[in-house]
């Protein structure tokens, strides 16, 4: 396993469109966590899954941002009628193998968004 | 709510020297508590990861020391390296499994 993947690594876009970002977790992680992070601050939480189910959403994620993970497994982040205030790094991260939270968190490289 | 601070938000000392880095919470009902480096423009790395029953964990010339009474975890960097420049950011784990992050120290090791 060569840890959390994210594609595509910087995506540039203009004001309007629709974009969507790939994480795949770590293959024996039922937990799957969407991240956003802006400039000189520290990582904020958006949405996490276990396993298929969204459990929980932030406030910050308004109508325009939906996310999924069909089966369990990779999940897709997307950004409809993109604003500038989008422009941000989005980062995965998985948990849960066989020790649970015991092993903390992996995150991936994250996704730089920029919108022009 | 958890809210996390990290003191100080920036730092720069001379290679070869020992530094402390510090993190504070508001909540004392952790799960545990991680420290990841992260350079410019790239995803988090994690350092170490302390759980709630433990007092410290140590990773090379890393040693990381939680007190979760008092809210407070210290990430000790001994004989500091130019490649040590990065951010380092605390993250803690409550119930709700969600991580909540310090706004991060921005450290820059003078060769």
């Known amino acids: 396993d060569t840890g959390v993947s994210q594609n595509p690594r910087h995506k540039i876009t203009k004001r309007g469109q629709n974009v969507t970002f790939r994480c795949d977790p770590i293959?024996?992680?039922?937990?799957l966590y969407w991240y956003r992070q802006t400039l000189g601050q520290g990582p904020e939480f958006l949405t996490y899954f276990q396993n298929e189910a969204q459990l929980e959403k932030s406030r910050l994620l308004s109508d325009r941002f939906s996310a999924e993970r069909p089966k369990g497994s990779f999940s897709t982040l997307e950004i409809q009628r993109t604003e500038q205030g989008d422009s941000a790094m989005y980062l995965c991260a998985s948990s849960g193998g066989p020790r649970g939270m015991r092993d903390g968190y992996t995150f991936g490289s994250g996704t730089r968004l920029t919108v022009v | 709510k958890q809210e996390v601070t990290q003191i100080p938000a920036a730092l720069s000392v001379p290679e070869g020297e020992n530094l402390v880095l510090n993190c504070s919470f508001t909540d004392s009902a952790i799960y545990n508590l991680q420290w990841f480096r992260q350079d410019p423009g790239k995803g988090l790395t994690s350092l170490l990861l302390i759980q709630s029953s433990q007092r410290e964990q140590t990773s090379g010339r890393l040693n990381a020391s939680l007190d979760k009474s008092s809210g407070r975890s210290t990430l000790y960097i001994a004989a500091s390296q130019p490649g040590d420049s990065a951010t380092y950011l605390c993250?803690?784990?409550?119930?709700?499994?969600?991580?909540?992050f310090g706004t991060g120290t921005r450290l820059t090791i003078i060769p």
């Open positions: 993250a803690v784990a409550s119930g709700n499994e969600k991580l909540t």
């Open positions: 293959s024996e992680h039922n937990r």
